[in-house]
Structures are given as structure tokens and as C-alpha cells.
């Protein structure tokens, strides 16, 4: 089986959005030692139209809950975007076999696309790593701070100055808050049921990542486990498009070999 090439899932090619809130650019810079021993990790998301800075906050660790945790606090704050594009690496992505994990799998539920930078390719998401440049030098470089609070009192200052003080070149000397405004699609506090046309062939994945199709067995990922996807038919004479919610997740071949039915 195939994952989807990029219209929902694939590499990105580097480009300016129309408009807010088409691309949302989201990483982590760097981890640092606090005063008191514990370590940074700063997240980071970025609009890709305007470069306003949605998201600057010092987190505990790298893991799923916590960017679910502060993305719910963005989406709150800004609405949902179209699109998310970030790197490989965890919680976002594994490799280019294994692109989902529950994080991106909630973004799909959630009606927003995602992305993967190239592998080994950082300036795919440029913006963002720019914006990293000027966190380090002006917040960052030879400074220690003593604890979370003051750390994220500092990256409230800064970003305030970020988006609505300091004009940029890369924006004719406009500021990114001139240049934004939320999204108007807003963030649903209960995630919506999932619903395919009637045409559409609906399997639940089993443990394991596996649903069953016409007596044969396919693996579309762990993280979809537990969650029903529908099979179109394509115009290819035994191909079927796999979609989840409203994205295309990859295709059923059946001109080549799937897994051991049992």
C-alpha cells in the first residue's frame, strides 16, 4: 500500500501562502538548561503568510500531549489552520513509511492537512528558522534563566515585540500583526464524528495499524487504530484512494501484494 503523495501528506515545497493561516510552520528550537536544572524545550508555530508568531512556549518535554496541550490553547486563541507543516521527527512524524502518529492523526480529525519538510532539510520550513535565529540571538544567546516562569515571561515580551512592534524586511518594514487576523474557522472543544459518502467502502483499523478489504489485509498505520476509513474507488482499474475523515491517506493496490489474510 502507498501513502498519499502530497495533497494532505508529503514533502513541502518552499513558498510564500497567499494569505493567514493557510500554513502554520511548527517546530521546536533547541532544548536548553534552566537555572534550577530542568530543561527547555521551546515550541514554536509560525504563520507562513504573515510570520506572526502564534505559539512561543517553554515546555517540559517534546512529547505528544504536551504540543496537543498548547496547540488546543492556540486553536482557542487563533482558530484552526489549513495546513501544518513540520519536520520527521517525534511526536510529528516518523519516517517517510510511518509518516502518522496520534498527533498528526488529531490534526486530520481536526480538518487540518499536514506536511513533512524534507528529511535532513531544515530550511524547507525557513520562516520558522529564522524566527529560532532571532529568538537565539536576541533572548537566548548568554543569558540563564532561572526557572519555566521566567523563561516564558521572557518569550511573552519577545513575542509581543515579534508581532506588533518590530517591522521586518521580509515584509516590506510592516509588522506580522498587520498582516494577520485569525482564522474563521474555529476549534470544535469535541471532536467531530466521521462521516464518508455512502460510495465509500468503511473498515475499522484494527490493533496494529490493519483493516480488512475484500479478503485481503492492508496496514495503514498504528496511529489510526481504532478508527474507521473509507475506500474509494480511483480511476485506475484496482486502485482505491484510503481517506481518513477528509484527507487521502494513501491508496489500496490490488494489482500488487498485500498482507497474509487470516
Given amino acids: ?21 493557510q500554513l502554520w510552520q511548527m517546530d521546536f528550537k533547541g532544548n536548553f538548561l534552566l537555572g534550577n536544572g530542568e530543561r527547555c ?3 514554536t508555530v509560525l504563520d507562513d503568510h504573515s510570520r506572526y508568531s502564534l505559539c512561543l512556549e517553554a515546555c517540559p518535554n517534546e512529547r505528544t500531549a504536551t504540543v496537543q496541550q498548547q496547540l488546543t490553547v492556540t486553536f ?14 517525534a511526536p510529528w512524524g516518523n519516517d517517510l513509511l ?21 528529511p535532513y532539510h531544515p530550511q524547507t520550513q525557513g520562516k520558522d528558522e529564522r524566527f529560532h535565529r532571532s529568538l537565539k540571538d536576541e533572548v537566548l544567546a548568554q543569558r540563564i534563566f532561572s526557572n519555566f516562569a521566567h523563561i516564558q515571561h521572557r518569550f511573552g515580551e519577545w513575542r509581543h515585540c ?32 466521521i462521516e464518508y459518502p455512502s460510495t465509500d467502502k468503511v473498515r475499522k483499523v484494527e490493533q496494529g495499524g490493519k483493516f480488512t478489504f475484500q479478503r485481503r489485509r492492508f496496514r495503514v498505520g498504528n496511529a489510526f487504530s481504532g478508527y474507521h476509513v473509507g475506500l ?20 489500496v493496490d490490488f494489482n500488487q501484494p498485500g498482507l497474509p489474510y487470516h
Avoid: C
Fill in 1 to 21: 500500500m502507498k501513502h498519499a503523495p502530497e495533497k494532505t501528506v508529503g514533502p513541502f515545497q518552499r513558498f510564500e501562502k497567499e494569505r493567514p493561516n
Fill in 41 to 43: 524545550h521551546p515550541l
Fill in 76 to 89: 482557542r486563541r487563533y482558530g484552526l489552520p489549513e495546513r501544518m507543516l513540520m519536520d520527521n521527527g
Fill in 98 to 118: 510511518h509518516q502518522f502518529t496520534p498527533l498528526t492523526v488529531w490534526l486530520l480529525h481536526l480538518g487540518i492537512a499536514v506536511s513533512h519538510g524534507r
Fill in 162 to 193: 515579534y508581532n506588533h512592534v518590530r517591522p521586518h524586511e521580509a515584509l516590506d518594514m510592516e509588522v506580522p500583526a498587520s498582516r494577520y487576523q485569525p482564522s474563521s474557522r474555529s476549534f470544535p472543544e469535541q471532536l467531530p464524528e
Fill in 232 to 251: 474509494r474507488a480511483s480511476t485506475a482499474d484496482g486502485v482505491y484512494d484510503v481517506y481518513f475523515a477528509t484527507h487521502r491517506i494513501a491508496q
